[in-house]
């Protein structure tokens, strides 16, 4: 779709993204249907399904351009390339989200609604909040198959979740048992371990605890003591629970601990319950932790459970699942779990047990979701064998057959597989899957429960009936009503969203995947559970390459926080917002007040003049600069609108390029003569030059994007375009460009001209290609453009990315090491111009080179360029800025009236300043600035030699004396050259 329309004089991102993505998609270009040759390479992915609770932030922007530039590359390269959009029901996330809007509306609660009800307000906000994630998608420019769109709810992926979760069951890998789990009494669920923030406190803190109008303390042992059964001695122990002692079963000692060796097997009595608690002795205890005796509660402590099983002591529940005193708590039934502390306490202190408190930093359990502490809970639950698939995926780490990039992280993933638990898969939500599993209604009063799994009722009542041996007529069923973890479900997307469990089209020509791209973070939460259950369910791996991205974070390296004001809508970073909008975000959220203040005095400082409009290319460049693979990111939108204006620096050398070409040129035959122009135009060696770095651009880039290292082809492209190409290149033709025209009378470079018009045609083209997968509205905008003068593709999205083999001819070491000893001629010229302030002035420049090669390589003439100027002679001046320059060999005298400045040992150069400069006014300036150097050297000494400067404020001083030193000689350097000029 060639555009006409003319070129804006500065780069737009609202005008370049505004119409391009509509476009792609209408005419298909995402679609694996494009290539039609069975024999032709595929190349899936899916993408990591984004939680429908609300909007993306710079985590997700992150992901998305990461994995839309690698689509990109591979659809380029010819492949039929497939990338599955989704979105995840986000079962806990979401239903605190609608339970906290039905209570802001109607002052009710899920269970005042009924489960019906509640859930078709969920759908009702899932239709008005879900189609938000996919706008930003598609306005990052991500290049989905949006017709193979999935959402974990839908029809098709609830039938697959149900169809696992009875195939598991009835391979023996799915079973119920009752066992401890985090729980969380303000969702009154069961969560993860991903859901669970472990919070590392320092002594005596007070927090704020959903439930408590007052904020609790934590950090603190209680000590307290147990008098031994028919003796006068104690046992003092200590906890940071003391609310869990109304369900301890036993006192356990380390055994060769001497100091309790006389109690074993001896029995303390509990003061409250009518309990004798057996001493027993457990290597787990750490003799060195509090008194070294160690209260055991196998029903409300992971280890202590541990213990319990070992021992074999009953479990005793006294929290239940509202965070409230059970009847086994006895007098203490109905307390909430955080208040009885004081009773407790106060009970033992009557009983004169109490043994004091002590200081102590601990880590809370703390609920992601709800900011409830986590409560250890006896819950009888659905639960994953796990042991059998998770030696399969470590086997599949060791065998090569799955690849972990980086590689490091294959050490957590055997530390996880080689000791992973069980996986508790209950939720006791009501938005989710709902588990396919029926409670039998008993015939007879106090008879164990029996359950069976079916895909449907139906079914579960003929395997019913079968188990029990009576008709299905017979049978009543009560459906759980607990819904499957989410994680589970998410496990299963790399093959539900092509079909599973039915063998589809696409599950033939598209399974496995190529490659699964996610956060490190989530490594063992869902990549290993991929692994698992995909191996389990489909027999193959799904998929056999994982790359892991670290944790974006803000400038400062924070984790991005909605109470620090840094988290970032990227919708914000393309479009660009005030301060004032930023604020009221914050206030419409859910951030209790004190949070809100501090949340926006955060953007006060970080965005004092809100964030600039950058645009989608933008912020997709600079995400992509940032090496991926390491662990923390730090992300700033002064980073990211920098490449705002990279943008307009190739919409500028390509306005540039149309104004050199004029209305009328085309080149038929391009791109058929690449690798040619050499041999046509036998160019001049900056031609060349800019020739060979374009070869290492397209080699770097593709062997960047085979590593995943796209930071190294951002950096690579980044430096062609803006240090190569703009800078360098286009100053040096600029001359050759001005001349007459081809064919005028005065004309005697037509030849030159004709090279330097193939080369730009032919460093655009290739450069649009390379940026493409990271900038495609841009490159889009101006590859369209670029058909008025070169054959093109019908889009770029399906133009092949440029291929090292094409470009090898063009590669000139001798050239390139010609213009990096010029490249350092230009710079200390154009010190010395910034030294002496000659800012508009031109001076005259003569370059001394003793060694006779080089100052031949330097005055080599072109064979066809008919004019007085040699190869290196035009870009040395034009760089330089110099008004002329005179090569001088080694015979030659010292020109008068110059400052010298020495590059090498053979090659010097000499800078006409007399009558330029105003010597005197020069030499006040710079005396001025010499004593001004002096005098804080002299400070930062006194400083360093006074005893009250601290260790760590040396390093910074000696730092800072080095650079002023260097400065100082700089400066005295330039007063000797003004002194020569007098």
């Not at 998608?137 to 039938?159: A, I, P, Q, V, Y």
């Not at 008194?291 to 541990?306: C, F, L, Q, S």
Request: proline fraction near 5%; hydrophobic fraction near 35%; charge should be neutral.
């Amino acid at each position: 779709m060639c555009t006409t329309n003319p070129l804006p004089r500065a780069y737009q991102p609202g005008y370049v993204e505004a119409a391009w993505y509509d476009w792609w998609e209408k005419e298909g270009f995402f679609k694996p249907s494009m290539k039609e040759s069975p024999k032709t390479e595929t190349f899936t992915m899916v993408i990591p399904p984004p939680n429908v609770t609300g909007s993306l932030h710079l985590g997700h922007a992150l992901t998305n351009a990461v994995e839309d530039a690698i689509v990109r590359w591979n659809r380029m390269h010819g492949k039929r390339t497939l990338w599955v959009p989704g979105c995840d029901h986000a079962g806990i996330a979401t239903q605190v989200v609608v339970e906290k809007q039905i209570w802001r509306e109607y002052q009710k609660t899920r269970h005042d609604l009924g489960r019906e009800q509640f859930l078709e307000e969920v759908d009702k906000w899932k239709e008005s909040k879900g189609g938000r994630i996919y706008e930003q998608l598609r306005k990052l420019g991500s290049s989905l198959e949006w017709n193979r769109e999935c959402f974990t709810m839908n029809d098709k992926l609830s039938k697959a979740v149900t169809e696992a979760f009875v195939r598991l069951h009835d391979g023996g890998l799915i079973y119920r048992s009752t066992k401890l789990v985090n729980w969380s009494c303000a969702l009154k669920s069961a969560i993860s371990d991903i859901e669970v923030d472990n919070l590392e406190l320092k002594p005596r803190t007070r927090i704020s605890v959903p439930g408590y109008n007052n904020k609790i303390e934590f950090g603190v042992l209680t000590l307290f003591a147990y008098k031994i059964a028919n003796s006068d001695e104690e046992l003092v122990v200590a906890t940071t629970r003391l609310e869990t002692m109304l369900g301890d079963t036993a006192v356990a000692v380390h055994p060769e601990d001497k100091r309790y060796t006389h109690l074993h097997g001896k029995q303390a009595v509990h003061p409250f319950c009518n309990r004798l608690l057996p001493i027993i002795c457990d290597t787990h205890v750490d003799p060195s932790f509090g008194t070294g005796a160690v209260k055991i509660t196998p029903a409300h402590d992971y280890h202590d459970y541990e213990v319990g099983q070992r021992h074999d002591l009953p479990s005793v529940t006294v929290i239940d699942e509202n965070g409230l005193m059970t009847q086994n708590a006895g007098q203490f039934v109905g307390f909430k779990r955080f208040d009885v502390r004081i009773a407790v306490s106060n009970a033992l202190k009557e009983k004169g047990l109490y043994r004091g408190v002590k200081d102590n930093p601990m880590t809370l359990p703390v609920c992601s979701r709800s900011g409830d502490i986590v409560e250890p809970l006896l819950k009888p639950q659905w639960y994953i064998n796990c042991q059998e698939m998770a030696a399969l995926a470590v086997e599949a780490v060791k065998s090569d057959q799955l690849k972990i990039i980086p590689e490091h992280f294959e050490k957590t993933w055997f530390s996880w597989l080689e000791n992973i638990r069980n996986w508790c898969v209950s939720r006791q939500l009501w938005w989710g899957h709902r588990i396919p599993a029926y409670r039998v209604v008993s015939f007879q009063p106090g008879q164990e429960d029996i359950w069976v799994c079916g895909r449907t009722e139906a079914e579960a009542k003929e395997r019913a009936a079968v188990k029990m041996a009576v008709s299905p007529e017979s049978i009543e069923l009560v459906q759980d009503e607990d819904v499957v973890d989410t994680w589970f479900s998410s496990a299963l997307f790399p093959f539900t969203a092509l079909g599973w469990p039915e063998q589809t089209q696409d599950m033939q020509s598209y399974y496995p995947l190529s490659l699964m791209e996610t956060g490190h973070d989530i490594l063992f939460f869902w990549v290993a559970r991929m692994i698992m259950l995909g191996t389990k369910l489909t027999g193959q791996l799904p998929f056999n390459k994982v790359v892991l991205h670290g944790m974006v974070c803000d400038a400062h390296g924070r984790k991005m926080s909605k109470s620090l004001g840094n988290v970032i809508d990227p919708m914000d970073v393309i479009n660009g917002v005030s301060l004032k909008s930023l604020h009221r975000q914050v206030e419409e959220s859910n951030l209790p007040n004190e949070e809100v203040e501090k949340a926006k005095r955060g953007q006060k400082k970080d965005y004092p003049n809100g964030i600039p409009e950058c645009g989608a290319d933008a912020l997709r460049f600079a995400l992509c600069s940032h090496n991926i693979k390491l662990q923390l990111i730090n992300v700033d939108v002064i980073h990211i609108n920098s490449y705002r204006l990279f943008c307009n620096k190739i919409w500028q050398a390509f306005r540039f390029t149309q104004k050199a070409l004029g209305p009328d040129y085309r080149i038929p035959s391009f791109p058929t003569v690449r690798g040619k122009i050499i041999s046509m135009y036998s160019v001049s060696s900056v031609d060349r030059w800019i020739l060979s770095r374009l070869h290492d651009m397209v080699k770097t880039s593709n062997a960047a994007f085979t590593t995943f290292d796209l930071h190294r082809a951002t950096r690579a492209i980044h430096q062609f375009w803006y240090g190569e190409l703009c800078d360098v290149y286009l100053e040096c033709v600029k001359p050759v460009l001005q001349q007459p025209p081809p064919g005028s009378a005065t004309s005697s470079n037509a030849h030159a001209v004709d090279a330097v018009r193939h080369i730009l045609c032919e460093c655009l083209d290739t450069g649009l290609r390379a940026i493409a997968p990271f900038m495609p509205f841009l490159a889009e905008e101006l590859y369209q453009r670029l058909e008025a003068y070169v054959n093109v593709q019908r889009s770029i999205c399906v133009a092949p990315y440029p291929r090292e083999e094409e470009y090898v001819g063009y590669k000139n070491e001798t050239v390139e090491g010609e213009m990096s000893y010029l490249q350092e001629i230009v710079r200390l010229a154009r010190r010395v111009r910034k030294d002496y302030n000659l800012t508009k002035t031109k001076a005259d420049l003569y370059v001394q080179e003793v060694d006779d090669g080089i100052l031949a390589a330097m005055q080599r003439r072109d064979r066809l360029h008919c004019t007085d100027h040699t190869t290196w002679h035009l870009p040395l001046k034009t760089l330089s800025q110099a008004k002329s320059l005179t090569f001088l060999d080694s015979t030659a005298a010292a020109p008068s009236g110059c400052v010298q400045t020495t590059i090498s040992e053979s090659c010097h150069i000499f800078t006409k300043l007399k009558g330029l400069v105003d010597v005197e006014q020069e030499q006040e300036k710079h005396d001025k600035k010499f004593k001004k150097l002096q005098s804080g050297i002299l400070r930062i000494d006194q400083q360093l030699n006074s005893d009250k400067t601290k260790e760590e404020e040396r390093v910074a001083l000696v730092e800072k004396k080095s650079a002023l030193e260097t400065e100082l000689q700089n400066v005295k350097e330039l007063i000797e050259n003004l002194e020569k000029l007098s």
